[in-house]
């Protein structure tokens, strides 16, 4: 059983910036590409951005590029995903996911575990 848990969240202002933290549980976290999602209020659950197993590769939603930047530690077993020039509709609660082997993708339906969530608040 794989254990993700998200940390970092926070209100801050617009242009802001805020470091989000997953820490992952178990041994395999370096065998599996991870991502980053989000869910506003009253909307459905979104993509934001995924990186391959040693962190070769990325991938953003168009709505964060040049902004947000995904990263990962597979000695910390952590992916994170620093967010800068934050806007208000970046508001959300953040949630890491593992995804099922193979290659990238942004469907939530690829991703087998995830963690509870954080809450981003950006004040205007």
């Known amino acids: 059983q794989v254990q993700l848990v998200e940390s970092g969240g926070g209100l801050v202002q617009a242009g802001g910036s805020l470091r989000l933290s997953c820490a992952a549980s178990?041994?395999?976290?370096?065998?599996?590409?991870m991502g980053w999602f989000r869910q506003a209020p009253g909307k459905e659950r979104e993509f934001v951005a995924a990186i391959t197993t040693r962190g070769g590769s990325t991938y953003y939603a168009d709505a964060v590029k040049g902004r947000f930047t995904i990263s990962r530690d597979n000695a910390k077993n952590t992916v994170y995903l620093q967010m800068n020039s934050l806007k208000p509709e970046d508001t959300a609660v953040y949630y890491c996911a593992r995804a099922v082997a193979g290659p990238v993708v942004r469907a939530e339906g690829e991703y087998d575990y995830w963690g509870q969530g954080t809450q981003v608040t950006v004040s205007s």
């Open positions: 178990g041994r395999t976290f370096s065998f599996y590409n």
